[in-house]
């Protein structure tokens, strides 16, 4: 498959790069909200949540630039997926206005405390939840009419759509049990190692569940896997899998408290990637392909020179600010 | 349920339900992160403590309130796809970028300083320290550059073209960013986040110095409140007056509404003070009026003409008695806030700033004046622009998703449960931070200290560099 650079190709990276820095950032944030239930005591939920609490916001501002830029860049398929994903959209964003002020509201009161912790994990579940509905809802393909969505209210509801949703659920919580073994130490540690070998199990197991499910959705799918020459290109994709989960296995095994999160990281981008591999030309697949979705040139271009110039930028103070909180997080650190 | 709803209507519905919870929040950390700033640069500049003691202070009132901006944000960000997605599908190319520029520009700018700003004191120094801060006061303000310009082309669209497929597309983007009344609203609304926050903070210190008059902090930020509210309350209005006449020139058919002008006066229109607008019989109900007024006002003669809706087709007339009473409610607010600044310019020029029991009352009283003021003005602008999403070119019923009633219905009833749970118990906190007094020591953004372990405890020591 041979890939043509103009405008809306770019975009399409662009906005790619924007959700799979969003789902890297978040990921592992949400993760902790999803792991919230195991870590029973107050201390160890203070330590989870001053992990992230200095970063968690610029980690959800990538999910604005997704949807803004989708908007943005190809307005046909933000005007039709929005819709098509409609409940399980309103449920992400309900999910995330609970776990948001959570950050903020446990510090503020004794009493109410585990009512937003309890909403910490919930909200965070459910953003979860609704984001990989979400995804399974996309790759199964929308029903359009004219510019429109023309599906019923609740298509994005399969088996697959389920599956996707409970895969991406388990993927989370692997970034967010890795991302503790790299900031916490002691007991916390030695719980989140045990919760990084559990959940990287069930992330190998979604990851084939998806893998084999994804080619028997439609054709194109299939043959964009399995046609001879594209096998050569996609066989990279389980190949480097199987190599990093090794990695990943040999890194919780001898401890090393860095590794496993970067390495898990590297796990997200391969699915990611192989979700590309799979959908490319198509934004809404089977329906709509990029250059049918995107903005006017102008539109486009216009916005390419503020990305440019600014992405670099943003990823520059935003490394800095993760480089500012470093290191270990102590039971006693709080800074509320 | 719903199904006998119209979808249309719960869309609007909707979206004015979550745009009010959300844009209170803005007005108030746009100007909070103003203040919290200036805070600091005197701390740095002169040294005292108060300065440092009341810039923690609000710090976790400013922590607070922007965490609800932010997830109500969010919720904006996405309801232009899931309700309105004929809207996104067309104005998309237009307004698009300029809410991507404000993303690139400005959000991230506010949430990579944030977390710098609340807990990094002790990890950066004072300098480094007051330019996150710095960097996201100067965030939330281009942040209201953006949104406010692509609000400002939904009301007087120009720059643009129409494509084939109904789509606009910007043909001069210096002309849609600066669109007529853009720089007019900018001012009003920057102007009326400073004044909101400058209420509450003048109320808080009011609050505290009815408790004790010789409390260090709050007689500082009562007397920098105070400023706020004498210089800038007058400034705001004549911005105001301003914004109006550039909304006469582009948009009369608002204006006609707001002044419940059903008929047209060729020779010099009164100044209707208050009535019930029956849109029906198309006349103001029980008038109190002062003839030729409105022409002064607006035309700045007595006699000058003055259009009514009797010259437009009703199926462009906005509801007029929403924004003829909005518009009442806001002035009103705006005349109370200049009454507070002069009272409490007379009261210093007495020396009685911080004795006067009855100023502090008074400045306890106005704390939500500038949060009434906005929304009220927020809905004049809007209510006033139906029925039309794009002024005069596209209208609200071709904006709408394909949605049926009981979906747009059960997510507005979801909103309404949700937003009601967290602002009520966001309130709260704030109020409880606000009720205690700034102490010296205020607890600082230290991401050493161990504090606030039991909720909201204070630390035994403050940050100092």
């Given amino acids: 498959m041979s890939i043509a650079v103009d405008l809306a190709t770019v975009w399409a990276f662009i906005i790619a790069f924007a959700v799979f820095v969003y789902v890297v950032m978040d990921g592992f944030d949400l993760g902790l909200g999803i792991l919230f239930p195991l870590f029973p005591e107050k201390r160890d939920r203070d330590v989870i949540m001053n992990s992230v609490a200095p970063v968690w916001d610029g980690n959800e501002t990538w999910l604005v630039l997704g949807g803004g830029g989708l908007m943005a860049a190809f307005p046909l398929a933000y005007a039709v997926l929005m819709p098509a994903l409609y409940t399980p959209m309103i449920a992400m964003l309900l999910g995330l206005v609970f776990r948001g002020v959570a950050f903020e509201f446990r510090w503020r009161t004794t009493k109410a405390r585990n009512k937003w912790d309890i909403a910490f994990f919930g909200g965070s579940l459910l953003a979860t939840l609704a984001q990989g509905i979400a995804l399974g809802a996309i790759l199964q393909g929308v029903h359009v009419e004219g510019r429109h969505y023309a599906g019923g209210w609740w298509d994005w509801l399969t088996p697959f759509s389920i599956l996707t949703g409970v895969s991406l659920v388990i993927g989370y919580a692997l970034l967010g049990a890795t991302w503790l073994v790299m900031k916490t130490e002691g007991e916390l540690r030695d719980r989140a190692y045990h919760l990084s070998w559990i959940f990287l199990l069930a992330m190998l197991g979604a990851i084939g569940a998806v893998s084999i499910a994804t080619p028997f959705l439609h054709v194109q799918y299939t043959h964009r896997w399995f046609a001879w020459p594209n096998v050569l290109l996609t066989a990279q994709v389980p190949i480097s899998v199987a190599v990093i989960t090794a990695l990943l296995l040999r890194s919780l095994a001898k401890k090393l408290d860095y590794q496993p999160f970067f390495l898990a990281l590297a796990l997200f981008a391969l699915s990611y990637a192989g979700l590309g591999i799979s959908m490319y030309p198509y934004i809404v697949p089977q329906s709509i392909t990029i250059w049918q979705a995107a903005a006017p040139e102008n539109s486009q271009l216009f916005m390419l020179v503020g990305v440019a110039g600014l992405i670099p930028l943003i990823l520059a103070y935003t490394a800095w600010a993760y480089w500012v909180f470093r290191g270990k997080v102590r039971p006693e650190s709080g800074y509320h | ?465």
Avoid: C
């Fill in chain 2, 1 to 465: 349920m719903f199904e006998g709803f119209d979808a249309v209507v719960l869309a609007r519905a909707q979206f004015a339900f979550t745009m009010s919870f959300h844009i209170i929040f803005p007005a108030f950390s746009i100007g909070l992160a103003s203040y919290l700033a200036v805070l600091e640069a005197l701390w740095l500049w002169t040294g005292r403590e108060v300065f440092i003691n009341l810039f923690n202070y609000w710090l976790k009132i400013f922590a607070v309130a922007f965490g609800m901006g932010v997830v109500s944000g969010i919720v904006m960000s996405y309801q232009f796809g899931t309700n309105w997605s004929a809207f996104s599908d067309k104005v998309g190319p237009v307004i698009g970028p300029l809410m991507a520029y404000e993303v690139l520009t400005a959000f991230f700018l506010e949430a990579g300083f944030l977390g710098v700003m609340l807990f990094g004191l002790k990890r950066v120094g004072p300098r480094l320290h007051f330019l996150a801060t710095l960097m996201v006061a100067i965030g939330t303000l281009i942040s209201a550059f953006w949104i406010l310009s692509a609000n400002s082309w939904m009301q007087t669209p120009t720059g643009h073209t129409v494509n084939a497929d109904g789509q606009f597309i910007a043909a001069d983007w210096l002309k849609v960013i600066f669109n007529p009344s853009f720089p007019y609203r900018l001012v009003h609304m920057v102007l009326a986040a400073y004044l909101t926050t400058a209420l509450v903070v003048g109320a808080v210190g009011a609050w505290h110095l009815l408790r004790d008059r010789h409390l260090a902090g709050a007689r500082v930020m009562f007397s920098m409140a105070m400023w706020m509210a004498t210089l800038v309350a007058p400034i705001q209005i004549l911005a105001g007056d301003q914004h109006g006449l550039n909304t006469l020139e582009h948009q009369p058919v608002k204006i006609m509404a707001m002044e419940g002008h059903f008929q047209s006066h060729k020779d010099g229109a009164p100044l209707i003070l208050f009535g019930l607008p029956n849109q029906q019989a198309a006349r103001v109900d029980y008038a109190i009026e002062v003839p030729r007024l409105g022409s002064v006002i607006l035309k700045h003669s007595p006699d000058a003409p003055m259009a009514g809706l009797d010259t437009v087709p009703r199926e462009n007339w906005p509801p007029v008695a929403i924004a003829f009473w909005s518009f009442r409610i806001m002035v009103g607010m705006g005349l109370l806030m200049l009454a507070l600044g002069l009272f409490s310019l007379l009261m210093r020029f007495q020396g009685k700033l911080y004795d006067s029991r009855l100023l502090h009352m008074f400045a306890v009283a106005m704390a939500p004046a500038g949060f009434i003021a906005v929304l009220a003005g927020w809905i004049t602008t809007e209510v006033g622009r139906q029925p039309f999403t794009v002024y005069g070119l596209l209208r609200t019923v071709d904006s709408a998703s394909p949605l049926a009633a009981p979906a747009v219905g059960s997510s507005l009833l979801a909103f309404i449960i949700v937003y009601f749970i967290v602002f009520a118990a966001g309130v709260i906190y704030l109020l409880r931070l606000m009720a205690a007094p700034p102490h010296p020591g205020e607890e600082g953004p230290s991401h050493e200290t161990p504090i606030r372990s039991a909720g909201i405890t204070p630390a035994t020591q403050g940050a100092r560099p």
